[in-house]
C-alpha cells in the first residue's frame, strides 16, 4: 500500500489531543504538574481568572494532555472511571507506576506483561480519569523514525 493510499484509508492520521475532566481543575493541574515535570503550554481563560481548560505537552513528540473543568463535559460522559483506556509509553514502567500511585493515583489495571515485550499498567488519578502507562517496544521502534 502506498504511503497516500494508506493515509487516505486511514482516517485516523494520529493522536491529537488526550483530553480529562476534573471537578477541581486547580488541584488537577497541580497534581499533574507534579507528575509529568512539567508546566502546562496552554491556560485559558488567561490568569487572574480560574482557569476552564489546561493543556500540557508531554514526551518526545509533544503530544498534547488537556485538562478540562467537569461542567464543560459532555452531558452523558460518566462520572466513574471506566472506558476507553489511553495508554503512554513510559521508559520504566514499574517505577512511573509506583510514582503515580505515590502521589495520590489509586489502582486500575496493575502492571500486566503481555506478549512481545509489551506491559501495560493504569491508575485512577485523583480526579476520576484512568491513566494508562505502557512499556511499548513498538512505539520505542517508531520513535527512532
Known amino acids: 500500500m502506498t504511503e497516500t493510499n494508506r493515509t487516505a484509508a486511514a482516517a485516523l492520521r494520529g493522536l491529537a489531543t488526550v483530553s480529562l475532566w476534573a471537578e477541581d481543575l486547580p488541584a ?3 497534581w499533574y504538574r507534579t507528575v509529568l515535570a512539567v508546566d502546562p ?3 485559558r481563560p488567561e490568569p487572574p481568572e480560574a482557569p ?3 493543556e500540557f505537552r508531554i514526551g518526545d513528540s509533544e503530544d498534547e494532555l488537556g485538562i478540562i473543568d467537569r461542567r464543560f463535559g459532555p452531558p452523558a460522559a460518566p ?6 483506556v489511553v495508554y503512554w509509553h513510559v521508559d520504566d514502567l514499574q517505577g512511573t507506576y509506583d510514582r503515580l ?3 495520590g493515583a489509586t489502582e486500575y489495571e496493575p ?4 506478549e512481545a515485550g509489551f506491559v501495560t499498567a493504569a ?3 485523583p480526579f476520576g480519569n484512568v491513566l494508562g502507562v ?7 521502534e517508531h520513535s527512532k523514525l
Do not use: I, Q, S
Not at 502492571?111 to 503481555?114: D, L, Q
Open 79 to 84: 462520572t466513574a472511571p471506566g472506558g476507553a
Open 134 to 140: 505502557m512499556y511499548n517496544p513498538h512505539w520505542l
Open 28 to 30: 488537577a493541574v497541580e
Open 41 to 43: 503550554y496552554f491556560v
Open 52 to 54: 476552564m481548560y489546561v
Open 123 to 125: 491508575v485512577v488519578d
Open 111 to 114: 502492571p500486566t506483561p503481555r
Open 101 to 103: 500511585l505515590e502521589a
